[in-house]
């Protein structure tokens, strides 16, 4: 545990991505191939099984750091991290060891055939030998959320320079729903059969959001348009005679989703399509917030299926007949991709996205302007002979999406963030006004700047009405512009109302509270856009 | 910390937690011996004020930090030792000074000052009236530093402490322990060719520092606001390792591996580019936190702190066997409540202390 405590050291001291990727390469230089794969799979998001629940960890450290339960959960919101309030709280271990990462790991797995007693015994016998630092590790292999300044894409990278292989195709390998468990580092890094999984997807294509007109791109006819739909980027695996579903977060969503199980009724083995998602009722999508009462079930009740029932709106084919198609020009996958797609019943779970006609730059931009009104939320713009490459790349793919939908909004409550955002007031809750009351009807965490952040955590601390918990009521006095991507009816807002990716966009220091807008200007939108 | 905008009344007491721990422990106290008024604290025998924050005629300072000695006070009263900063801060006043231990009477009151171990000179404040004791603590630390003089525990009836760091989660690490990691980092960096930027408070933390680390290792530069307060304590006879200010001709060439110590506000900024090739951090309490550290986004954190950790505080208030604890600036609330459990009374006050560097910025001061 030593070499990996050392490894997040350096790489949490430092801001450079280029050290870490340096801190990370030599650590896979050198430690053991069950380290080093225990090290993908945490920096990939996977986890050992949750041995212990928080709540006994909490309990459990007060008890050994003398002090009561209530004060290491008033310590939490201040330190921000669970597994690093314990580790502050804890007296210095008594004794040290050096064990593996991949020791503490097994110990952990371990901990769920014993019974409760014997459970806690090792966990305060883990404590007891780690500095803490490693009990800070220790602990977030716990607590979950492995998150500390490592993206995959780094430890990928840092991977590839250790191993001397090429990112993209190391990526690849990484993809699909392996665990530590269930492969080995050879298997899955070293060997020559990086096929041998059936379910492994491609690394998603991502593109940039268009910040200027499309004008810089230059001639119209090198690129296609779509619309940049609101539902799931997924990509739908036929191989072998199954399916599989995965979502661009590389959650494996084949269940939830039984409708693409009909697909190889209608396609051929040996394909693999990335598109979009959606809930479909029969001309076009439904608004977002039908997909969302999707994604929450992990097993779907049939009034729901039948509801709610999910299409793919496929947008490119990187597998056909087993050959990997992601070199090739797009223009040439799609006309694959037509192929196939073409002639199907209308009740086939699978359509292909419509490109979208366009001669010049500016008649795209009248049909943009259209784009809520077709369900969708802007454009995506991809080069007619762009190959698909592995994550987010400037160049090739973009999207144009429509300008969000705002209103001014009076902020109400205010709560503090986690991690990086500890101490300051980030989460706030906003209000709109409904004759002399203000009604609550968003919250919102980003789009301030660090600066913007300290200053309303400043006004937050000296103006706090009432405390909530960790939630402080603070007088009415601040109007922020709030932009969002879409507005929906819901009856489980006080408001009626819920919106979509709602964030800051500006502060409005310029608006007295009394201008902010009504619950009506509100309704209005609803009526407009839901 | 959190202030009321708005005049407070003469008598303010700290806001219970939860009703029912509403006991104004004030009340069994006809002629308390220190009062808490909207100018700061204030003793009637004595008709004096301790670190007043609105101008009085009569001021007793514990230490030179701004939020405790401020300007416009008729008349001054510190120790010897924090007289020549308070001056060099507050340009032309009038200042008393005493000795550490000597004993003042002003009006009904007895009066003495003893070290809080804060900076060098700083001190606790103890007012006794008619054999009742009270012991103003200012900001302080128990662990020694080798610069300040040691905290020295006085016992008391009435405690008034601050709780900066009042959480289980802030103990600090054994300062020769630290000193070995700020070596290292300084010695790495000037085997590479870098500049070591460190910041630090420019009254106390930065002298502690330069007190602390070897001198040895290459050439120590200061910025001007450290560097003047060098001056004065070195005129005092505290002895520091030599230091070169940086001016507009400094050349970085000439100081190859040097160690910049800067107030933190300098990091960053235009001044510091001059140095290219750099690494910096920060020496602050608050660097326990790694969300703090990683906010202030320098590639080192250090954790040293000029204010008791929890169990400093524990420590102090538990030696002054004083029965009676009013909590001001840091985390009032959750430390007065944790004060009550331990059998003591204990009451939060709302003062306008907590705005010195060590408290900024970071994740001080709930009051509210």
């Known amino acids: ?530 | 910390m959190v202030w009321s905008a708005h005049p407070t009344p003469q008598v303010t007491l700290g806001k219970p937690l939860a009703p029912g721990c509403f006991a104004p422990i004030l009340n069994g106290m006809a002629n308390p011996v220190l009062s808490f008024t909207d100018r700061g604290i204030y003793c009637a025998a004595g008709d004096f004020y301790i670190d007043p924050w609105r101008p009085v005629d009569r001021a007793l300072i514990t230490h030179g930090h701004a939020d405790h000695a401020r300007p416009g006070h008729r008349r001054y009263l510190c120790t010897e030792g924090c007289a020549p900063v308070m001056r060099h801060r507050l340009g032309t006043i009038t200042v008393d000074t005493v000795k550490f231990g000597e004993a003042r009477r002003i009006g009904d009151a007895q009066v003495s000052f003893h070290p809080a171990g804060h900076l060098p000179g700083s001190a606790q404040i103890r007012v006794e009236v008619g054999g009742e004791v009270w012991v103003a603590s200012g900001d302080y630390k128990v662990a020694q530093d080798g610069l300040s003089e040691p905290f020295e525990p006085v016992r008391c009836h009435s405690f008034i402490t601050e709780c900066t760091f009042g959480l289980p989660v802030f103990k600090w690490e054994d300062q020769a322990h630290v000193a070995k990691d700020l070596n290292a980092w300084w010695s790495a960096n000037a085997a590479e060719g870098k500049t070591s930027i460190l910041g630090a408070y420019s009254l106390g933390k930065a002298q502690r520092l330069l007190a602390m680390i070897d001198p040895q290792i290459a050439p120590i530069l200061t910025h001007a606001a450290v560097e003047n307060t060098n001056a004065v304590l070195r005129g005092q006879g505290y002895r520091l390792p030599d230091t070169i200010q940086v001016t507009p001709d400094t050349n970085p060439k000439d100081h190859k591996g040097a160690l910049v110590i800067a107030p933190p506000s300098a990091l960053g900024s235009q001044w510091a580019r001059r140095f290219g090739l750099s690494s910096t951090a920060f020496a602050s309490g608050w660097m326990r936190l790694r969300g703090v550290r990683r906010r202030r986004a320098a590639d080192r954190g250090f954790v040293v702190s000029d204010h008791a950790d929890w169990n400093g505080l524990m420590q102090a208030i538990s030696e002054t066997q004083a029965e009676n604890i009013f909590v001001t600036h840091g985390y009032t609330d959750i430390f007065a409540r944790w004060l009550k459990t331990q059998g003591y009374n204990a009451q939060v006050l709302r003062t306008e202390f907590g705005t010195d560097e060590d408290d900024t910025d970071t994740p001080t001061g709930d009051a509210a």
């Open chain 1, 1 to 530: 545990m030593k070499d990996f405590a050392a490894l997040f050291t350096t790489v949490d001291q430092t801001t450079k991505t280029s050290l870490k990727t340096k801190a990370l390469a030599d650590f896979f230089r050198t430690a053991s191939d069950d380290d080093k794969l225990w090290t993908i799979a945490l920096f990939s998001g996977r986890r050992p099984k949750r041995a212990v629940t928080t709540t006994q960890l909490r309990e459990w450290a007060a008890e050994v750091g003398g002090i009561p339960l209530w004060l290491l959960e008033e310590s939490y919101p201040i330190v921000g991290d669970l597994a690093e309030t314990i580790a502050l709280t804890l007296p210095p271990p008594s004794r040290v060891s050096d064990l593996s990462l991949t020791h503490w790991i097994t110990e952990l797995k371990s901990l769920a055939a014993l019974d409760i007693d014997a459970r806690k015994a090792r966990i305060l016998d883990a404590w007891d030998q780690l500095d803490p630092t490693e009990r800070f590790l220790f602990n977030k292999l716990i607590t979950g959320g492995f998150r500390i300044g490592v993206s995959q894409k780094l430890m990928t990278r840092a991977l590839a320079q250790a191993t001397d292989q090429d990112e993209a195709s190391l990526a690849h390998r990484l993809m699909g729903g392996w665990t530590p468990e269930t492969t080995t580092y050879h298997a899955l890094i070293e060997a020559e059969d990086a096929e041998a999984d059936e379910s492994r997807p491609y690394p998603f294509y991502l593109a940039y959001q268009l910040e200027d007109a499309p004008d810089a791109l230059g001639q119209p006819d090198a690129w296609q348009a779509e619309w940049k739909w609101d539902g799931i980027r997924g990509q739908v695996i036929l191989r072998n005679g199954t399916h599989h579903v995965w979502s661009r977060g590389e959650e494996l969503m084949t269940d939830r989703f039984p409708e693409f199980a009909r697909l190889t009724d209608f396609l051929p083995d040996g394909i693999v399509l990335d598109g979009e998602i959606v809930a479909w009722d029969g001309a076009q999508p439904f608004p977002f917030n039908t997909l969302q009462a999707r994604i929450g079930r992990k097993t779907v009740p049939k009034k729901l299926l039948k509801d709610a029932p999910v299409i793919l709106l496929a947008y490119d084919l990187l597998e056909h007949e087993g050959q990997d198609l992601r070199d090739l020009p797009l223009q040439e996958r799609r006309a694959r991709m037509d192929a196939l797609l073409h002639n199907l019943p209308d009740d086939a779970p699978i359509k292909a996205a419509p490109p979208l006609p366009f001669d010049t730059w500016e008649t795209l931009a009248h049909t943009r302007a259209t784009a809520r009104d077709n369900r969708a939320e802007g454009l995506m713009l991809k080069r007619n002979d762009s190959p698909y490459l592995a994550g987010r790349k400037k160049g090739d793919w973009w999207k144009w999406k429509l300008d969000p939908l705002t209103v001014d909004a009076v902020m109400i409550y205010a709560q503090q963030g986690h991690g990086r955002r500890a101490n300051l007031f980030t989460d706030f809750t906003f209000a709109v006004w409904d004759g002399n009351d203000l009604v609550p009807f968003t919250k919102a965490y980003s789009g301030l700047t660090d600066e913007e952040f300290r200053k309303i955590t400043a006004w937050v601390r000296k103006n706090t009405q009432q405390r909530f918990g960790p939630v402080r009521q603070v007088t009415p006095h601040h109007v922020f512009e709030i932009a969002f991507e879409g507005i929906h009816a819901s009856p489980r807002h006080k408001s009626g109302i819920s919106l979509r990716f709602p964030r800051m966009s500006r502060w409005r220091h310029d608006k007295p509270l009394q201008e902010a807008n009504t619950l009506n200007d509100l309704k209005d939108l609803l009526e407009t856009y839901g």
